[in-house]
């Protein structure tokens, strides 16, 4: 089993910064995958980046050139540096965990973090 507690978030105004953080905690291979997904009101989760276990990176469109996703496996961490904040990355921002044990998929979920860009 794995927990994920979020932080880091808050009220920012647009075109600010905000750093957030995800501890992992439990049973944790540097193999796994973690991510950051995010759920603005009357919307869909979506995906805003991540990052496997060799540290490749993957991000949507709409963070690319804004958003970096890094990783600490010492510390089971996971961070989403964001900068050039827009009002429309107002959301709740999730952490996500998958990894792979005996064949079978194992997902995470952290409870989430309110971002809110506003001025």
């Known amino acids: 089993q794995v927990q994920l507690v979020e932080s880091g978030g808050g009220l920012v105004q647009p075109g600010g910064s905000l750093r957030l953080s995800c501890a992992a905690s439990g049973r944790l291979f540097s193999s796994a995958a973690m991510g950051w997904y995010r759920q603005a009101p009357g919307k869909q989760r979506e995906l805003v980046a991540t990052?496997?276990?060799?540290?490749?990176?993957n991000y949507a469109d709409s963070v690319k050139g804004r958003f970096t996703i890094s990783r600490d496996n010492a510390k089971n961490n996971v961070y989403l540096q964001m900068t050039s904040l827009k009002p429309e990355d107002t959301a709740i921002y999730y952490c996500?965990?998958?990894?792979?044990?005996?064949?079978?998929?194992?997902?995470?979920w952290g409870q989430g973090t309110q971002v809110t860009v506003s001025s």
């Open positions: 990052i496997a276990g060799g540290d490749s990176t």
């Open positions: 996500n965990v998958v990894q792979m044990r005996f064949g079978l998929k194992y997902d995470y």
